[in-house]
């Protein structure tokens, strides 16, 4: 996602003051120790790990982003957030932990592992970007594990579709997000249906995004998942085609990149990627 992100589910509305906080009352290390012990062995044993804000560490064909765009939103407090992974070719076995202010309001941050040429940061890659109609295989298979205490999270994917192959803030055309699991956060834009899939279930979420301080706008869609979950296989080729049957989606635009991480609000946790396997034909 973005350093000014952008799923920024801009509107974002909170559920309510009513929802329980999950792990009230658990630090970060008690968090931790409610893992598994492969994802104690990879977070204890990392090869490389950084707190400093956007740093980049590149895997292969994918790129760890420790992205705090919202961060300055906080008035009380600061926002702590690092990226971490066992191997320079590690294909999954990654991951990211984050500190947020339980007062802090909206989306502060997208840690994320990014694949292609994202439109805010210099990311590259050999899958992406291609032109999206061109492809007839989009398939991500992952698995994730994650301990999280306050309240405001999600799981997603979000992906830039952008008028050039090259592009900046200002070529993109859509931005479309997979929501695979959250936690008092609701999407930006109108419910607009729902739609049945060989991997689940989703709402359709429809919305417009404007950034008129960087001169763009972008029409936003979100596929939000009923059964939420924290693994599994998801066919993103499925939910672009879906999108263009029901007209909300035009072809001639690339894809330029797709990502994977958590939107964090007022919540701490640790997630660790232990498998992101991404197909792209």
């Not at 044993?45 to 590149?58: D, H, L, V």
């Not at 803030?169 to 931005?175: F, M, R, V, W």
């Amino acid at each position: 996602m973005t350093r000014i992100s952008l799923a920024l589910f801009g509107a974002l509305i909170a559920l309510s003051a009513c929802v329980t906080p999950l792990n009230r009352k658990k630090t970060q290390e008690q968090l931790a120790a409610n893992m598994s012990a492969e994802s104690k062995a990879l977070r204890a044993g990392t090869a490389f790990k950084s707190c400093k804000p956007e740093e980049m560490a590149r895997l292969g064909d994918t790129v760890l982003f420790n992205n705090v765009w919202g961060a300055s939103k906080i008035t009380q407090g600061e926002l702590r957030q690092c990226i971490f992974h066992n191997q320079p070719q590690a294909r999954g076995k990654m991951g990211w932990e984050w500190e947020v202010p339980h007062n802090a309001r909206g989306v502060i941050a997208y840690p994320s592992v990014i694949v292609g040429h994202s439109p805010w940061v210099q990311t590259s890659s050999h899958q992406l970007p291609r032109l999206w109609e061109e492809l007839f295989m989009i398939d991500v298979v992952y698995e994730a594990e994650m301990q999280v205490r306050g309240r405001k999270y999600n799981l997603a994917f979000d992906l830039w579709l952008t008028h050039t192959s090259l592009p900046t803030e200002k070529d993109i055309a859509y931005e479309i997000m997979v929501w695979e699991d959250h936690y008092d956060f609701r999407s930006h834009g109108r419910r607009v249906g729902s739609v049945e899939t060989p991997f689940g279930d989703y709402w359709l979420h429809v919305g417009h995004m404007k950034r008129p301080e960087l001169n763009t706008e972008w029409k936003y869609l979100a596929f939000v998942r009923k059964q939420r979950r924290q693994s599994g296989f998801v066919d993103l080729k499925f939910l672009l085609d879906y999108a263009v049957e029901k007209g909300h989606l035009t072809p001639g635009l690339y894809l330029s990149a797709l990502e994977f991480g958590n939107e964090v609000g007022n919540s701490s946790g640790i997630t660790v990627l232990r498998q992101f396997d991404v197909s792209i034909m």
